[in-house]
Every structure is written in structure tokens, then in C-alpha cells.
């Protein structure tokens, strides 16, 4: 199924209220701040489980966190990967917004971001190979259901999480924002930054390393998704253009894999408070194909 939207978000995400998000994000931050190796993990004082540590990746660590609902579940998994920009924490507002709605929220830090060890490989096989640890762990929860685990990617966050559920038929459904999916193709139509960025990463541009970038490129690789695929684009995008989601989009089609393509108005959607996406269209194209409960927090 294609669907075409548009959306222009008019105020910031306001799920939580003032009061709410701030302790929520001073919460994690406390967490980073008091995290080592072993992590951390709590309750909040309605029930919320937290935890903050780190996963192992090929002799290094991958900073995570999880926010979880109160009671036994089950509960649907997102796990949220973040662009060229960010960490985990990035997501804090998220996480505690998402377990409100009967969600298992996830965050990592890529390699080379955060607390995670480098170096950073744009979404080659250390950043999918973090986003496979996370799977890992979430399959392993016993209030997560057998395919019950999303993804949600941005920018390079979006290239990655589609490599990962490529590779791994645990991740049932995918949704996509702003990434590219043909790196080597997209290369000359990047920002100048952007391309140096990539040389320094990959040693050489996508003529000189066109396998490195190749296997960088998922849409060539599209078809083997197993379930839904949300894309999402800004239509005003700095950074990878709108080209590359409707040439995924194309991609799906011709195999016959279930997608929604919405396009969206506005810049860096990942800087915009809330991360709108998130809430305007992730967390109703989950509840279209798993089930969400909603939570009773306690009131302790």
C-alpha cells in the first residue's frame, strides 16, 4: 500500500507537559552521568522500568537505554536509531512518551557517538552490528512478544535500521525518516560536508570505494524486508534528498512488500522538540499491525 501525506507540524509535542519531560530527561541524565559498565536500572515512582547501560559489540561497548511500562506487558518494542548527530539520550523525551502508549522504547548509541566506541562507520557492519546487539536483547525480554519488534531510523539512523532489518526477520516492522538508501548513487547530490565527511569514513568517494558504499546501500537489498515499512521524507531536506525514499519506494513496489511513503514539510526533523514523526505517524503504524495496550501507571 503507498499513501502519500503531508504533514507540517504547528507546535511542539507537548504529550508529557513541561514538568513531565523535564524529569524525564533530567532522570536519564542522571543515569548517563552515574552509568558504568555494569548500567543502571530503576523504577519510577508510577512504575516506569529504566535502565541505562552498555551493550558489547566486538571488544567494545554500545551506550543504550531502555524505558518500559508498568506491569508484566507484553509490550511492543521500538527501538529508535538516531542520525549523524545524536546518542541515545537524544530520544529521552521519546522513550518516556512511548511507554505511556504501551510501548517498550529503546535507544542506542551508534559507534562513535555517545558513550559507544569508535569509530564511527556510517551504517556499515559496527553500527548494524550495534543495532543487531539491541535486537538481541529486546527477542530476549519475556515481555516482548514474538514479532514484536519495530525500528525507527533517521538520516543515517534510517540507512542503518533498514540494513539491520534486512538481516535480521526479528525486526516485523520498519519505518524510515529523511535516510539515504543508495549511498554510492546519492554521493554527488550530497552537501559538500557531507561528502568529505564520507571520504574521511570510508578512505575515498564513491568512485574510489564503490563497494564500501554499496554495501552501505540497502535499497538494493529492499526486497528481503519482511514486514512493513513506513518512509517517511522531508520535502525540504538539507541533507539526503527526497529522491532516495521514493526510489525505495519504487523498490518496494516492484517486489510487492507492504509500505506507506508520507511526505513530510519542515527541515532536520530529528532538532524539532517532540520529534513529531514520531507521534503523528510511528506509534499509529505500529497500532496497525501490533497490538498496543495501554498502561496503568501506578500512583504511588
Known amino acids: 500500500m503507498r499513501t502519500i501525506s503531508i504533514f507540517s507540524p504547528s507546535s511542539p509535542n507537548r504529550a508529557l507537559g513541561a514538568i513531565e519531560a523535564l524529569r524525564a530527561t533530567a532522570l536519564l541524565m542522571a543515569l548517563a552521568l552515574m552509568g558504568c559498565g555494569e548500567g543502571f536500572e530503576t523504577t519510577t515512582s508510577r512504575g516506569f522500568g529504566v535502565k541505562e547501560w552498555h551493550l558489547r559489540l566486538e571488544g567494545g561497548k554500545i551506550e543504550a537505554v531502555a524505558v518500559w511500562p508498568p506491569g508484566k506487558g507484553p509490550w511492543p518494542a521500538l527501538l529508535l536509531i538516531h542520525s549523524g548527530k545524536g546518542r541515545a539520550q537524544r530520544f529521552s523525551r521519546e522513550l518516556f512518551s512511548l511507554s505511556r502508549r504501551g510501548l517498550l522504547a529503546m535507544s542506542i548509541s551508534l559507534p562513535g557517538f555517545g ?74 547530490s550530497l552537501p559538500p560536508t557531507m561528502r568529505e565527511r564520507l571520504r574521511s569514513i570510508m578512505g575515498g568517494s564513491a568512485r574510489d570505494k564503490p563497494l564500501a558504499y554499496k554495501a552501505r546501500s540497502p535499497k538494493f537489498e529492499a526486497d528481503k524486508v519482511r514486514g ?48 513529531p514523526s514520531i507521534k503523528r505517524w510511528v506509534v499509529p503504524f505500529i497500532g496497525d499491525y501490533m497490538a498496543l495496550n495501554t498502561p496503568n501507571p501506578s500512583k504511588n
Open 115 to 188: 558513550d559507544s566506541t569508535g569509530p564511527e562507520d556510517f551504517a556499515g557492519p559496527r553500527s548494524v552490528g550495534a543495532v543487531l546487539q539491541a535486537t538481541e536483547y529486546l527477542a530476549s525480554r519475556k515481555d516482548v512478544p514474538p514479532g514484536g519488534i519495530a525500528i525507527y531510523g533517521f538520516g543515517q539512523g534510517a540507512t542503518t535500521a533498514l540494513l539491520a532489518a534486512i538481516r535480521d526477520p526479528r525486526i516485523r516492522l520498519v519505518a524510515l525518516e529523511s535516510g539515504v538508501y543508495d549511498l554510492g548513487g546519492a554521493f554527488k
Open 228 to 275: 512493513p515499512v513506513l518512509i517517511m521524507h522531508s520535502e525540504e531536506s538539507r541533507i539526503f534528498p527526497v529522491a532516495e525514499s521514493e526510489g525505495l519506494a519504487a523498490k518496494l513496489r516492484g517486489a510487492g512488500r507492504p509500505f506507506r511513503f508520507v511526505m513530510t514539510r519542515g527541515g532536520l526533523r530529528e532538532f524539532l522538540p517532540g520529534h
